[in-house]
């Protein structure tokens, strides 16, 4: 699953976490924006991402990983990208769904496909795919992926998995306003 090509600067990574010199999809946007609501991730601009001091329209494309159920309000999240989103921009957003809980400093959610349609309504398109599936939920649920010696596993176990929305991992939304 990769929506690389459909990615077009200016780009708003929300949530983006602690600061890496990596981009999305391996390519170096002209026009990249880093906001995170943790000053020391040292992104471009500090905020809250439920009310965002950004000018409408302002962004062809709207990056938002693994952000969603770490926020008390998602909807609040979800309009807000709606808001600084061009007209035709895109959202490409993911959410993890069986998976550990990771509270970073909370962890209050998890989203099926229903919901994630639910929240993106006012987006005129939107595409939900799982990511993971039975193999990729047991492997990192049992956290057997991050032990040094079984590592070398992690291919294997992606390579024998299909996604599967009855066992997702995890979920790719890609909304077009």
């Not at 905020?47 to 159920?69: I, K, T, W, Y």
């Not at 769904?97 to 909370?106: A, E, G, L, T, V």
């Not at 590592?151 to 998995?161: A, F, H, T």
Request: glycine share 6%.
């Amino acid at each position: 699953m990769s929506f690389g090509h459909l990615v077009k600067p200016p780009i708003l990574d929300v949530g983006t976490g602690r600061k890496t010199t990596t981009y999305p999809f391996g390519y170096k946007f002209p026009d990249y924006v880093t906001f995170d609501l943790c000053e020391a991730n040292e992104p471009d601009i500090v905020g809250d991402a439920a009310s965002m001091s950004l000018e409408d329209g302002r962004f062809n494309c709207v990056l938002c990983n693994q952000l969603l159920e770490h926020v008390p309000d998602p909807s609040k999240v979800v309009n807000e990208i709606y808001r600084v989103l061009k007209d035709d921009g895109a959202c490409i957003l993911s959410v993890p769904f069986m998976y550990r809980i990771h509270p970073d400093p909370k962890d209050y959610w998890r989203f099926t496909p229903d919901s994630l349609r639910l929240l993106f309504k006012d987006f005129r398109s939107v595409e939900v795919r799982p990511y993971g599936g039975k193999m990729s939920s047991i492997w990192s649920n049992l956290a057997l992926g991050r032990l040094r010696f079984l590592q070398r596993l992690n291919g294997v176990i992606k390579s024998l998995d299909s996604p599967s929305d009855e066992f997702a991992l995890g979920y790719v939304v890609y909304a077009k306003k």
